[in-house]
């Protein structure tokens, strides 16, 4: 029965672990409100660890990391803060969530 009980955990943790875009490089978390009219976005790799983000009370879209699309809008670009390598982002029914983060968009880099 332990056994049983351990097996159950297990299986339920793992299928917690994975990919959040998988085939993409990162994911953009949704828009977190800090009041004060600031908001952050965070950029996360395949495995939820924060790697990057844009905290601003501008457009996100005109601040440096970003780029995005005509409307509906939507971050279409991502660079790295670190490496200023660009990755093109979209949609992708297969993100995931980052704790209470909600992937927006996935980004990978397609060789710009």
């Known amino acids: 029965m332990k056994t049983t009980a351990s097996l159950a955990l ?38 939820c660890n924060q790697v990057d983000g844009l905290t601003t009370s501008g457009n996100p879209c005109t601040q440096g990391i970003f780029g995005c699309s005509p409307p509906p809008i939507i971050f279409d670009e991502y660079t790295s803060t670190f490496t200023g390598l660009r990755y093109a982002c979209r949609t992708d029914p297969n993100s995931g969530v980052c704790g209470s983060d909600t992937i927006s968009v996935c980004c990978r880099n397609d060789g710009n």
């Open 10 to 47: 297990f299986v339920a943790l793992a299928t917690n672990v994975g990919a959040i875009c998988p085939g993409f490089n990162f994911g953009i978390g949704n828009q977190m409100n800090l009041g004060g009219g600031i908001s952050r976005w965070n950029v996360y790799d395949d495995s």
